[in-house]
């Protein structure tokens, strides 16, 4: 990272990297989440599942690198790990992955903080080392803007001392401000920031993968049954497997 990246994630809690995912990865990518989009969440390979529940607004899927070969690029480019394995502060690993797809009137709701804090995503600097437990690379496949529902983040409260004090509907939070982003761009952010989406207002469909690296040590997010499968792990270069593993 530059000094000025350094400067604006420890700042903001986020940086966009602009056109870091190839053209032809994206479009590997599309093809294969068209066939999600169309399958009968009962009919997913195993592991991947539902996040939540399947909507006329959102499509959540977990474990999405398990779904198809296209997604396996975006593991190790380079941009992101260089963003990653400075803000995490040591070693780390690739923890988990989903996509999420939504449409008009669809919104993720404001969440995360820096007080009180979350055992699992924290957010610290001392003597210009950044600590970042959890830091999350969100690759929008398509342009979104503000009226598609992008991205949106509360800079700085990964560091505020004091409670958030709205409710969780975008709406209802006036620091929230919008990151719009291109077709191939990385957003990356440490989870310990408060974040979600605007509201899709727009009616264009907005597909986002996300990519969770996490310190070294943290296993495998819990919840939703996130993990990775001996399958997968089968199918990585060795440079891809150690990125996935425990340290």
Known sequence: MTDEQKYVFDLNG??????????KVMEACHKALDRFEDMDPEEFPEPLCLGKR???????????????????PLIDLPEVLDVVETVTGGPYRLNHT??????????????MHGTPMIPKCQYRCENGQMMSTLTKAVFPLLDCDA???????????????????WGNHPDENPALVSVPAKAGDAIIFTEALTHGSLV???????????????TGYMPDWGGQGLHFSDQVMESLSE?????????
Not at 14 to 23: D, F
Not at 239 to 247: F, P, T, V
């Open 147 to 165: 009226e598609d529902g992008c991205f949106a983040v509360i800079p700085g409260a990964h560091k505020s001392s004091f409670p958030r004090p």
């Open 200 to 214: 899709n207002v727009s009616d264009r469909r907005r597909r986002t993968l996300y990519y969770c690296y996490s």
């Open 54 to 72: 399947k909507t006329a607004q959102e499509l959540y899927i977990s474990n999405i690198l398990e779904g198809d070969s296209a997604f396996v």
């Open 14 to 23: 986020y940086i966009v990297l602009e056109n870091v995912v190839p053209n």
């Open 239 to 247: 440079a891809q497997r150690e990125i996935l593993r425990l340290k």
């Open 98 to 111: 989903y996509t999420i797809y939504r449409w008009g009137g669809g919104y993720t709701g404001v969440h």
